[in-house]
């Protein structure tokens, strides 16, 4: 039940919705991004709503089409095994393994690969699956994602094969100087070198609280997406306000505070392991 006395008498809204988003604005330093004009050709930049510029797939998702399992884990000693069963698409030993399987590739999620062997330098466990990404930089780069990203628009990716990485550094180079991360930075796609710091509207968001740049941190602690990370938590915060809790009916009737988030991805993108650190002590 709703306390209707929490709501007599309300006070009259003393500003427009608009005027509050621009005050908020401002007192977050946040300022309209200026129009980018089109291109001589009239192809100039698509920009997305939130003022990056499209970049289309990413860097890894051009390794991930162009490399095999054979092509990451052969050099690093590992050898492929028959399949013990049915589901199983490739099964792979490590190198020194006692156990016929060390890791599979199953046939319903090709993408990544199940390590279940404590000595091989990966993860273990079925929740940890890994991608070919995620497993070339546990591999060579000591699980760090951004170094083996630079590497690969440089075409000089460690455990990369060499015809890979002279086809990803000729197709980024190709597509543009370079490419605008979550931070706002610019990043060349020549030398994967930070270009420019300046932050862009997703940066000014993240900057604006305390609060919100400890779950931007945390989240790349845990190598996982800041804006999933944080809709996680929003999910969790709504649920623990009660019941009783509302917002004043200055239309209608009171409305609850609820929430839905819907984490979208391709499989092994991470969508289960954000719910992880969402439940952390730490965040």
Same mark, same amino acid.
């Given at each position: 039940?709703?306390?209707?006395? %929490? @709501?007599?008498?309300?006070?009259?809204?003393?500003?427009?919705?608009?005027?509050? &988003?621009?005050?908020?604005?401002?007192?977050?330093?946040?300022?309209?991004?200026?129009?980018?004009? *089109? !291109?001589?050709?009239?192809?100039?930049?698509?920009?997305?709503?939130?003022?990056?510029?499209?970049?289309?797939?990413?860097? /890894?998702?051009?390794? %991930?089409?162009?490399?095999?399992?054979?092509?990451?884990?052969?050099?690093?000693?590992?050898?492929?095994?028959? !399949?013990?069963?049915?589901?199983?698409?490739?099964?792979?030993?490590?190198?020194?393994? %006692?156990?016929?399987?060390?890791?599979?590739?199953?046939?319903?999620?090709?993408?990544? &690969?199940?390590?279940?062997?404590?000595?091989?330098?990966?993860?273990?466990?079925?929740?940890?699956?890994?991608?070919?990404?995620?497993?070339?930089?546990?591999?060579?780069?000591?699980?760090?994602?951004?170094?083996?990203?630079?590497?690969?628009?440089?075409?000089?990716?460690?455990?990369?094969?060499?015809?890979?990485?002279?086809?990803?550094?000729?197709?980024?180079?190709?597509?543009?100087?370079?490419?605008?991360?979550?931070?706002?930075?610019?990043?060349?796609?020549?030398?994967?070198?930070?270009?420019?710091?300046?932050?862009?509207? *997703?940066?000014? @968001?993240?900057?604006?609280?305390?609060?919100?740049?400890?779950?931007?941190? @945390?989240?790349?602690?845990?190598?996982?997406?800041?804006?999933?990370? @944080?809709?996680?938590?929003?999910?969790? %915060?709504?649920?623990?306000?009660? *019941?009783?809790? $509302?917002?004043?009916?200055?239309?209608?009737?009171?409305?609850?505070?609820? $929430? /839905?988030?819907? &984490?979208?991805?391709?499989?092994?993108?991470?969508?289960?392991?954000?719910?992880?650190?969402?439940?952390?002590?730490?965040?």
């Amino acid at each position: 039940m709703v306390n209707d006395d %929490t @709501f007599m008498s309300p006070e009259p809204p003393s500003e427009t919705f608009d005027e509050m &988003l621009a005050r908020l604005e401002a007192e977050a330093g946040i300022t309209a991004e200026p129009t980018t004009p *089109a !291109a001589a050709n009239g192809k100039g930049p698509n920009l997305v709503p939130n003022g990056f510029e499209q970049i289309g797939a990413c860097v /890894f998702d051009t390794l %991930t089409e162009s490399v095999s399992w054979a092509d990451i884990l052969g050099p690093a000693g590992w050898t492929q095994e028959d !399949a013990p069963d049915n589901a199983t698409a490739e099964a792979w030993k490590r190198a020194g393994g %006692t156990h016929p399987v060390s890791a599979k590739v199953l046939k319903v999620n090709p993408h990544v &690969l199940v390590n279940w062997s404590e000595d091989s330098g990966l993860p273990v466990g079925a929740g940890q699956k890994r991608t070919k990404p995620r497993v070339l930089a546990d591999l060579h780069y000591n699980g760090n994602e951004s170094a083996l990203a630079k590497d690969l628009v440089r075409g000089e990716a460690r455990g990369v094969p060499a015809r890979i990485n002279d086809a990803i550094r000729t197709e980024w180079s190709s597509r543009r100087a370079a490419v605008t991360i979550d931070t706002g930075e610019q990043v060349s796609t020549a030398t994967g070198e930070v270009l420019t710091s300046t932050p862009g509207p *997703a940066a000014h @968001f993240w900057i604006a609280r305390d609060v919100l740049q400890h779950i931007h941190r @945390f989240a790349r602690a845990r190598r996982v997406g800041p804006w999933a990370l @944080f809709g996680i938590l929003l999910v969790r %915060t709504a649920a623990n306000i009660p *019941a009783n809790v $509302v917002l004043p009916p200055l239309v209608g009737g009171p409305a609850s505070l609820n $929430v /839905f988030v819907a &984490l979208v991805s391709a499989s092994g993108g991470g969508k289960g392991s954000v719910n992880r650190p969402g439940n952390a002590g730490g965040c």
